[in-house]
């Protein structure tokens, strides 16, 4: 007679033994280090395991002039420099320091980023159109003409608070950060002008959710523009409820939050912002103010939109790299 044991082994019983199951984690990969170091900045990046190969470029805002919460150099440098990639910006269409390619490169002089290989401003010498998913209101994207000169993107935010959007992430750093002067514009009129000199003429309270809608599709164009070669990282720290485009930001009044990347931007931005609206506020360390400055402008629309129209998933699983 089997016994028992060689009864389980063969499956003889009619029932036989199912293979233990792996536990299935839900949405997008978000990987987080609570360490803020050149050294964990790599080591995030290569955790997503996707290579950054060909000609690179790191999608950074280079900060207005009098800022000091962009991401600096001696942070940033390392990655830069172990991609072989090249920083790339482009001109703003509001008044400042930034608004043409002189000036602009003045203050990138003075951030610093001249010690790490300078930085391509892309719209340098004109603008190209990206087709776009969604053309409710815009039928396609302005960007740098020099977008078209890069194989692979690295999108590196600084995740804090902005005076229009609610919240800057990996979205915004794609949409409006890829944005021509022009292309700006387009996006902040939700598709009404793509005059830079004629900005304030058409942006109304009112039209607010087609911004942050706006937002999304030229984000979206950006991701369609690179496929699978584009990779997306948040810094959360200087967390003030002002964007680095502002030259006299608020101070941060909470404290850092650590790295986060992910290969799905909707799925990064909801990470962040969920961290941000779930934090535990203490005396010195509170995120009311930014808070605040997200859902009085309805940044979460951004992500709702982006994911409507298939960018990604605003379900995700945190991985922490520490551990």
């Known amino acids: ?30 990987y987080m280090t609570t360490e803020i170091t050149p050294e964990s900045l790599i080591r995030i990046y290569e955790a997503l395991g996707v290579k950054a190969e060909g000609r690179v470029a790191v999608k950074i805002s280079t900060g207005e002039a009098g800022g000091h919460n962009y991401l600096k150099p001696e942070l940033i440098g390392p990655l830069v420099q172990l991609v072989g ?18 000036d602009h490169q003045a203050v990138i002089a003075d ?14 010498e004109g603008e190209i159109k990206l087709p776009v998913r969604d053309t409710t209101y815009m039928k396609y994207n302005l960007v740098g003409s020099h977008l078209q000169n ?22 915004k750093n794609q949409s409006i950060g ?15 002008s793509e005059d830079y000199r004629q900005l304030w003429n058409y942006i109304q309270p009112e039209n607010q959710d087609k911004f942050l809608e706006c937002m999304a599709t030229a984000a979206a164009a950006v991701a369609d523009h690179f496929g ?53 506020d203490t005396a010195g360390n509170d995120a009311t103010s930014l808070k605040e400055r997200i859902t009085d402008r309805h940044g979460v629309h951004t992500i709702e939109h982006a994911e409507k129209i298939g960018l ?12």
């Open 1 to 30: 007679m089997l016994t028992a044991a060689l009864l389980l082994t063969c499956g003889c019983n009619n029932k036989p033994v199912d293979p233990p199951v792996e536990p299935q984690l839900e949405g997008a990969t978000v």
């Open 150 to 171: 890069y194989d692979f993107m690295i999108n590196l935010a600084h995740f804090k608070g902005h005076a229009m959007g609610g919240f800057g992430g990996v979205l």
């Open 111 to 124: 951030h610093g980023f001249n010690a790490i290989g300078g930085v391509d401003i892309m719209d340098a």
């Open 228 to 280: 699978d070669k584009i990779i997306y990282i948040n810094v959360m720290n200087n967390l003030s409820v002002d964007c680095d485009c502002d030259s006299h930001p608020a101070d941060p009044e909470m404290s850092d939050i650590g790295i986060l990347a992910s290969t799905d931007p909707v799925a990064l931005d909801q990470a962040c912002l969920d961290l941000v609206f779930n934090h535990a």
């Open 178 to 192: 890829v944005a021509s002067r022009n292309g700006k514009t387009y996006i902040h009129t939700n598709g009404q």
């Open 85 to 102: 990639g090249k920083i790339v910006e482009c001109n703003t269409a509001y008044a400042g320091k930034r608004m043409n390619t002189a």
């Open 312 to 323: 990604g998933t605003r379900k995700y699983h945190i991985v922490n790299i520490d551990k």
